[in-house]
């Protein structure tokens, strides 16, 4: 029986027809996602540069508040009791105002958005300061503060001790019961103490007699899912890393102003929030005669751990392009200014700490 060449040749055209439609698909959807990823990566490093930008911004508007308040004689950094773009240019991030910013990310006219939000770190009372930059000497005056601060939180003051020989360099235990290092490494899984600043709060943690709940209480977080970061805590921070720290009575939470004096209640620190909405400390003398007022006297050294402006602010900055976001976190030294209005360094804000999360 004679076989028909034209069934052959029918079959070799729809095999080859198959394998063809299978290599085209194949080759759309290799380009589709090649396109998607491209496109991916792209709106990841807008959204990344968006998020710098908004560190950038939020630099600016730190210089400019400064120079304004130079301009202006100011000599004091607060928080509005109201929106008003015109005072304290950082403090309107945590407003409603100057906290987003439509960007045009491309040719086409496409719009990304960077959010930012500044805080007064000089609000929080300085975990670091517990120990001199020595890395040896004991800040009394800074224990018996943190302390008080511990105790309005209804927490154990001891902890102080512990968070003490985290930081310093010794082996030798500052508290009856508080542990160094032998401690940490004898645990299941070891690890070193600190002995040196503390680069996180979120160290915490780590720390001797510190559980999850007792670091969530420290940081002023009542969500369980609380950001365990350096910049999520409401009353400790680990900057600015100097001997000559002070806490800003005019951005201070009422937890914070306790931590000043054993005799300051937690009615009073509301009264002196309550004064000073009205018209915020213009001089750390303004506040103590307040204080005065109230019957609380406060010593010359306890006195210089205070101030009415700040120079260190923590960022918060995220960057939005097409639903893919990039978050970055910073600590901000502001410098000083001389009397003629400029700053005092030649890079007037001085990045401490930086990262993407």
Known sequence: MKKDPKGFALIIVLT???????????????TRVEVELTSATRDDLQAYALAYSGIEIAKSLLLSDLQEDQEQGAKIDFIPSELDPTEELWAQTQMGGFES?????????????????????SSKFYLNGLVKTNGVDVDTEAAEMASRLLEALELP???????????????????????????????????ESRDSFM????????????????????????????????LGSVYLSAYPRVDSWAINVN?????????????????????????????????????????????????????S?????????????????????????????????????????????????????
């Open 16 to 30: 080859l027809v198959t394998i063809l439609a299978a290599v085209v698909v194949e080759f759309a959807y290799t």
């Open 101 to 121: 910013f439509p960007i045009t990310t491309d040719e086409a006219g496409e719009i990304g958005v960077v959010s930012i939000k500044i805080t007064d770190e």
């Open 157 to 191: 003051p001891e902890i102080v001790d512990d968070v003490i020989d985290w930081i310093d360099t010794d082996d030798t235990p500052y508290g009856l019961d508080s542990v160094e290092s032998p401690f940490y490494a004898s645990l299941d899984k070891p690890y």
């Open 199 to 230: 680069l996180s709060i979120s160290e915490l943690q780590m720390i001797h007699g510190v559980d999850d709940a007792t670091a969530r209480k420290l940081q002023g977080q009542e969500d369980e899912n609380y950001r365990k970061d350096a």
């Open 251 to 303: 951005t201070a939470s009422a937890m914070v102003l306790q931590s000043i004096s054993a005799e300051m209640s937690s009615s009073v620190a509301e009264s002196l929030i309550e004064r000073r909405e009205e018209e915020p400390f213009k001089s750390v003398s303004d506040f103590t005669q307040e204080l005065a007022n109230s019957g609380i006297q406060l010593s010359g050294a306890l006195t």
């Open 305 to 357: 751990r205070l101030a009415v402006r700040s120079d260190v602010f923590s960022v918060r900055a995220e960057g939005v392009v097409h639903g893919v976001s990039s978050v970055m976190e910073a600590v901000l030294k502001r410098g000083t200014t001389s009397s003629g209005g400029a700053t005092s360094s030649s890079n007037p804000i001085e990045i401490l700490f930086l990262r993407v999360l």
